[in-house]
């Protein structure tokens, strides 16, 4: 039953609809289906860092949720790792969003941040995960300091420019008062 759900008239479904869309269906279900076999799929490839995201986003829901009920936890975990895995991070209305299956009042900044304490947590207790997103964090840096020289080494090409300019307006203006000096010296 599983493969006729996955295949479409013997072709792959993700080749007629979007991995996103498919992602999004499955766990809009809110079965947890997805949850178990995406967990069973990390552990059989040995992906620490897809296991430690994984472990980290599972424990800090359930700690955050104060529920027992598996379906809204696995639910609520599926939408948080897919949208990590799409963007390789988790921002604050994808948070809202997934969090908000367990309340119906408003989820709010103080929510968020306290699931995303919880999460910090949970890295923090795995060494491979922490390494890779320090590892991440330096990559990161480095781009941004990559930009920033690069728009150092533009401005300055400009402020050469810049003087130069000025040098030649300044040299004419000399020139200009020299001769116009010279022409009242002759004047005179």
């Known amino acids: 039953m599983t493969k006729e759900t996955i295949k479409l008239l013997g072709v792959p479904i993700s080749t007629i609809f979007s991995s996103e869309f498919i992602g999004q269906k499955i766990i809009e279900t809110g079965t947890g289906m997805l949850w178990n076999k995406l967990k069973s799929k990390i552990k059989r490839e040995n992906n620490a860092v897809g296991e430690g995201v994984f472990d980290a ?76 997103i320090n590892h991440k964090n330096i990559e990161n840096i480095n781009e941004k300091i990559n930009a920033v020289y690069k728009n150092v080494e533009a401005e300055k090409k400009f402020f050469q420019l810049y003087i130069d300019r000025q040098e030649e307006i300044g040299d004419k203006l000399i020139k200009k008062s020299i001769k116009c000096r010279k022409m009242l010296h002759r004047n005179q």
Not at 85 to 107: G, H
């Open 57 to 132: 986003i599972e424990h800090s829901v359930e700690v955050y949720a104060h529920t027992n009920d598996k379906n809204v936890i696995a639910a609520c975990s599926e939408k948080l790792y897919l949208e990590w895995v799409k963007n390789k991070c988790l921002d604050d209305d994808s948070i809202k969003k997934a969090l908000s299956m367990f309340s119906a009042d408003p989820i709010g900044e103080i929510q968020i941040e306290n699931w995303k304490g919880f999460f910090d947590r949970e890295i923090i207790k795995n060494v491979e995960l922490r390494k890779w």
